[in-house]
């Protein structure tokens, strides 16, 4: 193999890689920040490297903090409920008429 077919097989598999990682956080974001944690509680692990240990703390899923200011809405108290749009009319049924 010559030294362009390698260069252009490794640029391919990291394309390759990427689509597929940006495609799985698109596709399923449960799973993936699921993936993600784990992975960084391993890496984050006593006895490991110094640089392994601050990689798995930086990898760690920016989470909700609680407060009403985050925009979690998951308790439903945060800020009062939106009003009702006025120019939304009720549905109305009404029989057919036999012929």
């Known amino acids: 193999m010559s030294t362009y077919a390698i260069i252009q097989a490794v640029i391919l598999t990291v394309v390759g890689l990427v689509a597929v990682v ?50 979690c809405d998951t308790c439903g108290s945060c800020g009062s409920a939106p009003a009702p749009r006025s120019d939304v009319q009720p549905l109305e049924f009404r029989p057919r008429k036999p012929t």
């Open 22 to 71: 940006v495609a799985f956080r698109k596709l399923l974001p449960g799973t993936a920040k699921k993936v993600q944690v784990r992975l960084s509680a391993c890496l984050n692990r006593p006895g490991r490297a110094a640089w392994l240990r601050a990689f798995g703390v930086r990898m760690q899923p920016a989470g909700s903090t609680g407060s009403c200011g985050d925009g």
